[in-house]
């Protein structure tokens, strides 16, 4: 069953929709993958399997969810997840159990998608690569001599390495969009107040963290924003629900773009070096060739 992991989450809920592919068999085979190729990637801190098949058992074809038995994995920081430990990437705080799902990931839950571990991130995310003295390095998918990005570099080398299909993360700063970036995986940070950050963490930043996912296609991507999208009881930021959902945008026939302005700056006045800077002009060139 292993080719099943090589499918979309999208494609991968329709097999068990229709009854293609049993929701036991898809997570059985993402455990397998885990099994058999975290031990170099170490992307996961936290495993919970039996629990994930008694969750699978209960999914029968015909199910209507759009994540109906799609194997995921949560980042190891923030968000409360009912039954798992979060660590924040940390020793200091032990292994702290919450008694409840935070909004976003209950939405993804209730969804169909079913939870099999936590991934790693560095400690309380406070670096843009994934390493800390508890867990150790997650190493990228692509080779071992690259970093894979943070802090949701756990969940981006999952989705990598394919051992899930959608993986839960997070970003203030580029914490989705950089392990993204080194992980050749689709990652997006939501407008503030797109997905709630309620219960535990609603004023967090003022609201400028968001949770999202990390995925293999932009239409799984979207699927997962519009599980997780809302205003949830007691939010200081959101946003209306818009009138066209994110899967059915993706799924139009695509309009030549039309043009905007892009900045091609250095933040802060940061050195940078040769190789990133080049690729950063080569992009805005790119752009610009497009009628940006």
Not at 136 to 143: D, E, F, L, V
Not at 185 to 203: A, H, Q, W, Y
Not at 221 to 229: F, Q, Y
Request: aromatic residues 4%; charged residues 20%; negative net charge.
């Amino acid at each position: 069953m292993n080719e099943a992991l090589e499918h979309s989450a999208v494609e991968q809920a329709e097999l068990v929709r229709s009854g293609a592919l049993s929701a036991r068999e898809l997570v059985d085979a993402s455990l397998r993958r885990i099994e058999q190729s975290d031990g170099f990637v170490n992307a996961f801190v936290t495993l919970c399997p039996e629990r994930a098949l008694a969750e699978a058992d209960a999914i029968i074809p015909g199910d209507p969810r759009p994540l109906c038995g799609v194997p995921i994995a949560l980042k190891d920081l923030l968000s409360a997840t009912a039954g798992l430990p979060t660590t924040h990437g940390s020793a200091a705080f032990g292994d702290w159990v919450a008694e409840h799902d935070t909004t976003h990931i209950r939405r993804l839950r209730d969804a169909g998608a079913i939870v099999v571990g936590k991934t790693n991130t560095p400690e309380l995310g406070l670096r843009p690569v994934t390493e800390n003295q508890r867990y150790g390095i997650t190493r990228n998918p692509w080779s071992s001599g690259l970093a894979a990005g943070g802090s949701s570099g756990g969940s981006a080398a999952a989705v990598a390495a394919g051992m899930v299909g959608l993986a839960d993360a997070s970003d203030l700063g580029g914490s989705i969009r950089i392990p993204a970036s080194c992980c050749g995986v689709v990652g997006l940070k939501p407008s503030r107040g797109r997905v709630s950050i309620g219960p535990d963490f609603g004023l967090i930043g003022l609201g400028m963290p968001s949770d999202g996912v990390l995925a293999r296609t932009v239409l799984d991507a979207a699927t997962a924003l519009d599980a997780m999208a809302g205003y949830e009881h007691g939010d200081h930021h959101f946003l209306p629900t818009p009138s066209v959902s994110y899967g059915a945008v993706t799924r139009r026939a695509p309009a030549p773009p039309t043009p905007v302005r892009v900045a091609h700056s250095a933040p802060l006045g940061v050195p940078i070096e040769a190789e990133p800077l080049a690729a950063a002009g080569r992009a805005a060139e790119a752009l610009a060739d497009l009628g940006h």
